[in-house]
């Protein structure tokens, strides 16, 4: 349920609804749970000792990259909407960073389904790479960005950044691994942001609303490859039943050479898989079911009113023309006549 939510922020502003409505349980069964089999279920990388130990391929890796090949595919945002991607409300998003990265204990703490030594080195690692990985975008900022200065939402792209590189990482890293990884993701997807949009196809012709590629593809990328460097052999891992024997995680700075090899091919084919996939289910749902990805511009012109009937943050106009339109309807039904619809006044300001 996660993933479909995070690379739906690619395409935000511009799917229709009902696409979407079909979109997410066809790409559930067809990219999803492939990803999970093959590297959580016994599957083929899974057999290679590919190790994610919490998503970073599964989930992250996924997203970035089916929510860039959508957003290639539905096109971009109202011109408006992409010269002027001012945040809605700071505040909610202070309060939506803090419940996430207190989630995300969760989601790597819980992993391993039973408290222990490898769930609070989960925790641990979390949430050590997580600062570091914040504070490296917000110096980033302060020493490498035009404006030098330090900003509320670059530290929260960093903080995402440390969330989404450790989660593959989380179990098998120790505690120096997980803060080289904060550090590395945050600057690794702290340079893609400022410069792959800019001078890189085919990053700078697709509209990546909010920057999924970066904060969740190439962040779970990176942390999936650096897995392949640092897991540590030492920390505990997942145990072992019957046929399948403890999981050993060792990466190449610890005697294991092929580690980074195998997480370097488990990333492929995600990426290959995934691509394909999200790109065939849209196709079908266009050319098959015959509908149209993209809602019309004259309708995102409008807004939310026009596809839900309902506006966050209606302007005084818009509340006044519901306001005289219910009087002018009670007036009517008081005097014995049949209303006629109401046409809403457009809304310029919207």
């Not at 995070?6 to 069964?29: A, C, H």
């Not at 590297?39 to 890796?61: C, E, M, Q, R, T």
């Not at 942390?223 to 392949?228: D, E, R």
């Amino acid at each position: 349920a996660i993933t479909p939510i995070l690379f739906i922020g690619s395409v935000l502003g511009r799917i229709s609804f009902k696409v979407w409505m079909i979109f997410v349980p066809l790409w559930i069964t067809f990219a999803y749970a492939v990803n999970a089999f093959l590297l959580w279920g016994g599957g083929y990388w899974a057999g290679k000792g590919a190790l994610d130990f919490s998503g970073g391929y599964v989930i992250h890796l996924a997203a970035g990259v089916s929510g860039f090949v959508a957003a290639a595919v539905i096109g971009p945002r109202l011109k408006r909407d992409r010269e002027r991607a001012i945040p809605n409300n700071l505040m909610f998003v202070a309060v939506g960073a803090g419940i996430l990265w207190l989630g995300w204990n969760g989601f790597n703490g819980g992993d391993p389904y039973f408290a222990g030594a490898d769930a609070a080195a989960a925790v641990l690692n979390t949430n050590l790479a997580t600062a570091v990985a914040m504070l490296t975008w917000i110096v980033m900022d302060m020493a490498f960005s035009s404006e030098k200065k330090p900003t509320f939402l670059g530290g929260l792209n960093g903080m995402i950044c440390g969330l989404v590189g450790i989660t593959p990482a989380a179990g098998y890293v120790n505690g120096f691994g997980a803060i080289v990884i904060g550090l590395a993701c945050s600057a690794i997807v702290w340079v893609a942001w400022y410069y792959l949009p800019k001078y890189v196809w085919p990053f700078n012709k697709v509209d990546d609303a909010l920057g999924v590629v970066y904060t969740h593809g190439i962040a779970g990328l990176f942390g999936g490859l650096l897995v392949g460097l640092l897991a540590d052999p030492n920390m505990i891992v997942y145990l072992g039943l019957g046929k399948n024997p403890n999981i050993s995680s060792t990466g190449l700075f610890y005697g294991h050479p092929k580690q980074l090899a195998i997480q370097a091919g488990a990333a492929l084919t995600i990426i290959i898989w995934d691509a394909a996939v999200t790109f065939v289910i849209l196709m079908v749902i266009k050319h098959v079911f015959r509908m149209n990805l993209r809602l019309p511009d004259a309708v995102l012109e409008i807004g939310d009113v026009a596809v839900h009937g309902e506006e966050a943050y209606p302007s005084d106009e818009l509340i006044s023309v519901g306001a005289s339109s219910r009087a002018d309807e009670e007036s009517m039904q008081l005097d014995g006549k049949r209303p006629e619809k109401a046409v809403a006044a457009p809304q310029d300001d919207l």
